[in-house]
T-cell receptor, first 114, second 113 residues
């Protein structure tokens, strides 16, 4: 069966420090991978998606970047965190084809920038 | 503009009671609509998925309805349990592309004993 791992679960970082959140998927090949951010009281906002190794699309301009060095690995990064980067970050995957494809989410990372 | 609006924003009910959550959307072109349950501090988990031709879909005590003409959906929870306390998120997928999902802000449900 497929599983998705996301870590760390919580993170407190000072303003201006770098960030690296990692997400890996097991049990599937060639998945679409996504990074979402959820602000308090708001819907999930898509930050990045990837349809293959090295292929990253950004949905919104921001202080973050994403990379996909391996088929089932998706990394969210920042060189210098801002206070506004605080939030709940979720990684998700789905199969490549089909309209009814399910999106499966990781457990999330609560990032607090202080 | 592609949007998903949910109501109420929050809801408190007593254990054993029923409740209905609402979702209105303006997403186009429409592919399907999903309801997710999200426990606090966890990732969302899918409850149901409905396409244009499906009016009702049940998953245990959860029953979702879809009216594609009025672009409305509801999630009905029967005989609520304490474990139903969570946020319920309505999500609409646009047709085509890479699985473009539009998320509502969710309804936060609290079930009290």
């Amino acid at each position: 069966s497929q599983t998705i791992h996301q870590w760390p679960a919580t993170l407190v970082q000072p303003v201006g420090s770098p960030l690296s959140l990692e997400c890996t998927v097991e049990g599937t090949s060639n998945p679409n991978l996504y990074w979402y951010r959820q602000a308090a009281g708001r819907g999930l906002q898509l930050l990045f998606y990837s349809v293959g190794i090295g292929q990253i699309s950004s949905e919104v301009p921001q202080n973050l970047s994403a990379s996909r060095p391996q088929d089932r690995q998706f990394i969210l990064s920042s060189k210098k965190l801002l206070l506004s980067d605080s939030g709940f970050y979720l990684c998700a995957w789905s199969v490549r084809q089909g309209e009814r494809t399910e999106a499966f989410f990781g457990q999330g990372t609560r990032l607090t920038v202080v | 503009k592609n949007q998903v609006e949910q109501s109420p924003q929050s809801l408190i009910i007593l254990e054993g009671k029923n409740c209905t959550l609402q979702c209105n959307y303006t997403v186009s072109p429409f592919s399907n609509l999903r309801w997710y349950k999200q426990d606090t501090g966890r990732g969302p988990v899918s409850l149901t998925i409905m396409t244009f031709s499906e009016n009702t879909k049940s998953n245990g005590r959860y029953t979702a309805t879809l009216d594609a003409d009025t672009k409305q959906s509801s999630l009905h929870i029967t005989a609520s349990q304490l474990s139903d306390s969570a946020s319920y998120i309505c999500v609409v997928r646009r047709s085509g592309g890479y699985n473009k999902l539009i998320f509502g802000a969710g309804t936060r449900l609290a079930v009290h004993p």
